[in-house]
């Protein structure tokens, strides 16, 4: 019973939380086009690219020519992703916060490997792949450092199950909440 009543008190905490995230990044603030440009505001918003939308604009390269290990450069740094069948993983995707250069990286990736959505029959679009991908980094913003959560939602994982799913339905798939 203790464990059923500690259970229902983390929800409730990460419920509370997650509103006050909602509030805190979806909210529109007075950033200035500059900082939208520079993405130096570590607010999640909505803003323009800041690189071309072209897959050579973020230099994304096979690395080893085996279709599985990507790379690409964003603002100067390298980032890596993983492919397998219908799943791609960027690694430390929370550091890139702007959703605009999200949906150029997530076309980038479906033009190379197409994942299917969680029908099987359909296919992932860039726009659903950016709402995971915010869905992980508001995850990773919120969750403690100790939290054993925190380290994979630093790299997002497109597949097809969590199509479409927010930020409190992975929290119950993986918690087992939706059961109760």
């Not at 464990?3 to 995230?21: R, T």
């Not at 690189?51 to 050579?56: G, K, V």
């Not at 096979?62 to 219908?86: A, L, P, R, S």
């Not at 799943?87 to 959703?99: A, F, L, R, T």
Request: proline share 3%; with cysteine; hydrophobic share 35%.
């Amino acid at each position: 019973m203790k464990v059923f009543k500690n259970k229902i008190v983390l929800f409730l905490i990460f419920i509370v939380i997650i509103g006050l995230v909602a509030l805190f990044f979806i909210l529109p603030g007075d950033e200035s086009k500059e900082s939208d440009k520079n993405n130096k505001d570590d607010s999640i918003v909505i803003q323009e690219p800041t690189f071309e939308s072209t897959i050579d604009s973020i230099q994304i390269v096979d690395v080893d020519g085996n279709d599985t290990n990507y790379e690409f450069i964003y603002h100067e740094e390298i980032f890596k992703v993983y492919y397998v069948y219908d799943n791609w993983k960027i690694y430390d995707s929370y550091k890139i916060k702007n959703q605009a250069d999200m949906k150029i990286i997530c076309q980038a990736l479906i033009d190379i490997h197409p994942i299917h959505g969680r029908d099987r029959v359909s296919y992932r679009t860039a726009d659903d792949m950016v709402y995971e991908w915010v869905q992980h980094n508001i995850a990773y913003e919120i969750l403690p450092e100790e939290s054993k959560w925190r380290n994979n939602a630093k790299n997002v994982d497109f597949d097809p199950d969590d199509q479409g799913k927010s930020l409190k339905e992975m929290f119950d798939d993986r918690t087992d909440n939706n059961e109760k």
